[in-house]
């Protein structure tokens, strides 16, 4: 038997062209969301190429994965730096009352 001699129904075409409509759509829904997510992360200045890089690179310069220092060291720090000269009378005052409040910075 020959394939030309092989008869499809009418719908097989109408599936076939829905089909291949469906993957164009999703093809282009892809191409616009990586296009959106390029521009965002070089506009937050972040190559795209090397997101994952640049991102855990800038976490492990934070503070944010550095343990807590206790109330004492934060104190004996600000102190020290007093004694040092580093910072005056009055800023050494300020920052001992903002550890003292709780403050983070």
Same mark, same amino acid.
């Given at each position: 038997?020959? %394939? ?14 829905? *089909?291949?409509?469906?993957? @164009? ?26 997101? /994952?890089?640049?991102? #855990? *690179?800038?976490?492990? /310069?934070?503070? #944010?994965? /550095?343990?807590?220092?206790? %109330? ?9 730096? @007093? #004694? ?10 300020? @920052?001992?009352? *903002? ?7």
């Amino acid at each position: 038997m020959l %394939l030309s001699t092989v008869r499809f129904p009418a719908s097989y075409d109408l599936v076939w062209s829905l *089909a291949l409509g469906v993957v @164009a759509l999703g093809f282009v829904a892809v191409v616009v969301l990586v296009v959106v997510n390029v521009v965002r992360a070089r506009r937050n200045g972040i190559s795209p190429l090397t997101s /994952q890089v640049d991102i #855990a *690179a800038r976490l492990l /310069q934070s503070r #944010a994965l /550095q343990p807590d220092r206790s %109330l004492d060291d934060r104190l004996v720090e600000l102190d020290d730096l @007093a #004694a040092r000269g580093v910072i005056s009378t009055d800023e050494h005052r300020e @920052a001992r009352a *903002a550890v003292l409040r709780g403050d983070r910075s």
